[in-house]
């Protein structure tokens, strides 16, 4: 790994141990509803079956464990592998009673699966944060039987996701001048759209060892709240994109982004909503 990519590696571990990490872990409620179109169409694509060892990379708070626990009950057991200890403790408190569960703090990077090779890896968003993909995939595919399945799901690019673009863009336009430059300047920089773009991440795969993998994007909307819109757009200009454009900037400028995401999203509502399109792609990569 370069030292660049060890740098932004390391940026995003600290990043889910600390404040994005303990939002994360906070919102897990109001995220679950959001994502469970992709959960959905996720577990209709990875296809876990009763008996199957999964490891869940990057498992979050526990609800795709769940889900995936479910599926592969009673024999089956998945691992949900997680480098957040923050995240961490919102899923142990939420799978305390889950038997076929085990929880593991430890970086995709360096991890290995402790006996038999797992069926099948699986991830929602949890793949796009790692500073050297090439080399967390192939370390992945160590605790992969052979012909065994990695399902993932990714964000396809910002500009395909108005849910989040439409908050992004009103945020950045009520900034004071000189406004920053939209994150990443990198396109493929770790983090939320690091995948958008389809043929590197099959790339990616191909380099880290599958020798086979397709992708297929999954249309959906994004249901937000349109009784109090403001207190809506408060919520969107803590997520990802739009959240990382906040963190830095000074009260004021905070209130006007809020409040410029409120004038944008207020003639979306639709009777209890405001509904948006999102797009996310669906990966399947065979050891
Ligand atoms: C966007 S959240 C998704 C969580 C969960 N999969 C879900 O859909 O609710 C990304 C998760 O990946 C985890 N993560 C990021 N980098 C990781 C790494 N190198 N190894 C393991 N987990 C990682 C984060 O801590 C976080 O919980």
Redesign the pocket.
């Known amino acids: 790994m370069t030292d660049q990519a060890a740098e932004r590696?390391a940026r995003?571990?600290q990043a889910?141990?600390g404040p994005m990490?303990e939002q994360?872990a906070a919102s897990?409620a109001r995220?679950?509803r959001g994502?469970a179109p992709?959960?959905a169409a996720l577990m209709d694509w990875a296809a876990p079956s009763p008996g199957m060892r999964v490891v869940?990379?990057?498992?979050?708070?526990g609800?795709?464990t769940l889900a995936l626990a479910n599926a592969v009950a009673p024999q089956g057991h998945v691992t949900g592998?997680?480098?957040?200890a923050v995240?961490?403790e919102a899923a142990r408190a939420r799978l305390a009673e889950t038997p076929n569960v085990t929880l593991t703090l430890?970086?995709?990077?360096s991890?290995r699966l402790e006996g038999a090779p797992a069926d099948l890896l699986f991830?929602?968003?949890?793949?796009?944060?790692?500073g050297d993909p090439v080399g967390?995939f192939a370390n992945l595919r160590r605790s992969l039987k052979p012909g065994g399945r990695f399902a993932f799901a990714a964000w396809a690019p910002l500009a395909e996701n108005p849910w989040m673009d439409i908050p992004y863009q009103a945020a950045l336009s009520a900034l004071p001048p000189p406004a920053p430059p939209p994150p990443p300047s990198d396109p493929f920089e770790p983090g939320?759209f690091a995948f958008g773009n389809p043929g590197r991440v099959l790339r990616l795969l191909h380099d880290a060892g599958y020798p086979a993998a397709r992708v297929r994007p999954f249309d959906f909307t994004m249901r937000f709240p349109g009784d109090d819109p403001a207190r809506t757009a408060a919520g969107l200009a803590n997520m990802g994109q739009t959240g990382r454009l906040m963190r830095d900037q000074p009260e004021a400028a905070r209130a006007w982004a809020a409040e410029a995401i409120t004038r944008a999203i207020t003639p979306l509502v639709q009777g209890e909503w405001i509904t948006l399109p999102a797009r996310v792609l669906l990966f399947d990569a065979r050891s």
Request: hydrophobic share 50%; with cysteine; aromatic share 14%.
């Open positions: 590696h995003q571990v889910w141990n990490g994360w897990e995220t679950e994502l992709v959960l869940d990379v990057g498992c979050g708070a609800g795709t592998l997680d480098v957040s995240i961490l430890a970086d995709a990077l991890w991830s929602r968003f949890g793949v796009m944060f790692f967390a939320q």
